[in-house]
């Protein structure tokens, strides 16, 4: 589970953009590593990176 935590995270570094992370690739994130949109949001949130032009609400 820790690993997975820290794929997730070091994802999330690679794409965010300005503190920022697009819905679409969020949720693509969250498909490819085969975690829940939740976890990809709260990832996300403990590295004060705002996830941006939400489609669905899923964050």
């Known amino acids: 589970i820790f690993e ?3 794929k ?3 994802e999330i570094k690679k794409k965010a953009i300005n ?3 697009p819905c679409p690739v969020a ?3 969250a498909k490819e590593l085969s975690v829940s949109y939740k976890e ?3 990832a996300a949130d403990e590295l004060n990176i705002k996830i941006t ?3 669905l609400g899923c964050f």
């Open 4 to 6: 997975m935590k820290n």
């Open 8 to 10: 997730v995270t070091e």
């Open 19 to 21: 503190g920022k992370l």
């Open 27 to 29: 949720r693509k994130l």
């Open 40 to 42: 990809v949001g709260r």
């Open 53 to 55: 032009d939400c489609e």
